[in-house]
Structure formats: structure tokens, C-alpha cells
């Protein structure tokens, strides 16, 4: 894909309005069938996209009894399916948008409970990111979180295929210390001055229009509980780079979606949520190459179709 120029925004043909129809989110009057996907404007969404994304969030696997509706257990299962299906539709990468297990009853059970997820998913045959959420680190420091999943970094960024990742970590209290060994309170989630400057020279430095992943929600107000405390400060910077078209996130475990200034936010249903498959969430994120966007969910996650 080519880089658009300076004076468009590189995503600006992205619909800047919607609305709710059967439960799916049509933009741009454009009624599309969960069922059907066939064409979205001159897109024919039956093609996978420039880059295709499996999306998976706030798993919460641990070796412990439901509580409430969340069934720590049942996670593999749901996982399994989840590695079947793109098995079928083969994504470049695989996006863990955090809380990737829960809490343990101790530092050594809290390290067990990494290693049996992370090895279910090595199961599925493509690159994998994580996006560290605040029950990776309950126990784990950041650092044994990220050794146990094999990555280096917990905010950094990528490129495929002509287009522009975003990896954000909000897991640092207001005073910039970073979580780890039960030393926050969960809605005491930032994203402090240092990486909030790297972000700005990252998005200037990109000439690819820009999606972004994180954990903690960006579009809710600064004062909500599941909010990143800064997050106006850090749509500031998505809005003012011209280049995001997408915020991907989890945290809140339902699906919910906004659009502020041009750019989607779009939260991701919880896996761990409720009993059996049927009550699964994930999905895949196709990125044309228009900018049109079709996330396409299963179980109990939305579709959403922005063009």
C-alpha cells in the first residue's frame, strides 16, 4: 500500500458515523449480514484483507474454581477453539490484549499458570504480541511476564504488509512505578510521560496509517474505573498524529464501541467470560487495502464492519 499524502489523513475514507442494527455495528449506512460478508462497498469482504489479525483478550486462565461468571478452567477449551479457527483462517499474527491469566495463590502457582497457557498457545502456528494487562502482573513482575511469554518489551510497535501496530502498556501507577508483586490498585492504570513521548515519536516517524492495541480502555473518561487515568492525554496524541484509524482493547470484558475524532475504539468481549463454548469471544480483524476494516467475531464477539 502506498503512504498517503501529508494533507489526507491516511485513513479519512473511514466512516465517521454509526449506528446499531441487530446487535451488529454498520457504518457508513451500510447494512452488511454477519452472515452473508459479502461486499462492503468495492471491498469484497469474502477476500482476506491486506493483513488479517487474530484477536483473543482478558483470558484469565487459572487453575481455580468459577467465581461469578468467570470460569478460570475453561479457558484452554475455549482456547482450543479459538487456535482451531485460525488454524482455518490463517492471520499473519495473533493479538493477547491482555489479563492473559489470573491471579494465584502464590508467586510459584502464578508461573505455573503462565506456562500452561503459554503452552496451549503454541498451538497456534503464527506470530504472537502480547499486550500486558493488570493480571499478568499481580504476582509476576513485568519482566518474568514477559520471559515467560517470550517477548522483550511491553509497549513497542511493528509493521506489515503497509500498515502500522501499536503495542501500549498502561500498566504503571500514577507515580510511573510499574505493576508487579500486588503493588497497585487495578484502577490506578497509566501510561506514563516516557512511553507517552516515545508513542509521539513513534506515530510521527510511521508514514502507515496506524492501529493501535492496549488493555485498559482510551475512550472512556479519565475518572472512570476501568479507564487509563491519562487517557485523554493519550487520545491527544492518536488524534493529533492524523494516522490511527483503530483502538483495539479489553479490560471492562464486554463489547462496547465509540468513535472520538475520527478514530474507532473498539473493546473486546472477555474469554473467560461465562460457561462453555458457546459463551467463547474472539475474532479476526481484516485490513484492506482502502482502510475499510472488518472485524469479524465469534460466539459472544460483535462483528463490526468500518469502511
Known amino acids: 500500500m502506498k503512504p498517503q ?32 460478508r459479502t461486499v462492503l462497498g468495492s471491498i469484497n469482504t469474502n477476500k482476506r484483507g491486506a493483513v488479517r489479525i487474530g484477536l483473543v483478550t482478558d483470558l484469565h486462565y ?9 470460569h478460570y478452567r475453561e479457558t484452554l477449551g475455549k482456547l482450543k477453539e479459538a487456535a482451531s479457527q485460525f488454524q482455518s483462517d490463517r492471520p499473519d ?22 506456562q500452561t497457557v503459554v503452552h496451549a498457545i503454541s498451538s497456534i502456528p503464527y506470530p504472537k504480541y502480547y499486550v500486558l ?14 520471559q515467560g511469554v517470550g517477548q522483550k518489551n511491553s509497549f513497542y ?45 513513534d506515530l510521527k516517524k510511521t508514514t502507515f496509517p496506524t492501529i493501535v492495541f492496549a488493555h485498559q480502555p482510551l475512550d472512556l473518561k479519565d475518572t472512570d474505573s476501568h479507564a487509563v487515568k491519562n487517557s485523554s492525554e493519550v487520545r ?6 492524523g494516522k490511527v484509524a483503530a483502538v483495539f482493547q479489553g479490560h471492562s470484558h464486554h463489547n462496547k464501541y465509540s468513535e472520538i475524532k475520527g478514530i474507532h475504539y473498539c473493546t473486546m468481549v472477555a474469554m473467560v467470560e461465562g460457561s462453555g463454548l458457546d459463551n467463547n469471544g474472539y475474532s479476526t480483524l481484516d485490513v484492506y487495502e482502502d482502510g475499510s476494516l472488518i472485524l469479524n467475531g465469534f460466539c ?4 463490526y464492519h468500518w469502511s
Open 133 to 146: 494487562g493488570n493480571h499478568c502482573v499481580d504476582q509476576l513482575k513485568k519482566a518474568e511476564f514477559l
Open 157 to 201: 510497535s511493528f509493521d506489515q504488509n503497509g500498515f502500522h501496530f501499536v503495542v501500549l502498556d498502561s500498566c504503571f501507577k500514577s507515580d510511573g512505578t510499574p505493576y508487579g508483586r500486588k503493588n497497585f490498585t487495578w484502577t490506578d492504570a497509566n501510561i506514563p510521560p516516557e512511553e507517552l513521548a516515545w508513542l509521539q515519536t
Open 62 to 70: 487459572a487453575d481455580k474454581a468459577p467465581a461469578g461468571s468467570r
Open 93 to 114: 499474527f495473533v493479538v493477547f490484549q491482555g489479563d492473559l491469566i489470573d491471579s494465584g495463590k502464590s508467586l510459584e502457582q502464578e508461573k505455573l499458570h503462565l
Open 5 to 36: 499524502s501529508q494533507s489526507q489523513s491516511p485513513m479519512e475514507s473511514l466512516a465517521r458515523r454509526a449506528f446499531l442494527k441487530n446487535g451488529a455495528l454498520i457504518l457508513s449506512g451500510l447494512a452488511l449480514s454477519p452472515l452473508s
Open 236 to 241: 491527544k496524541v492518536l488524534e493529533q498524529s
Open 300 to 303: 459472544k464477539q460483535k462483528d
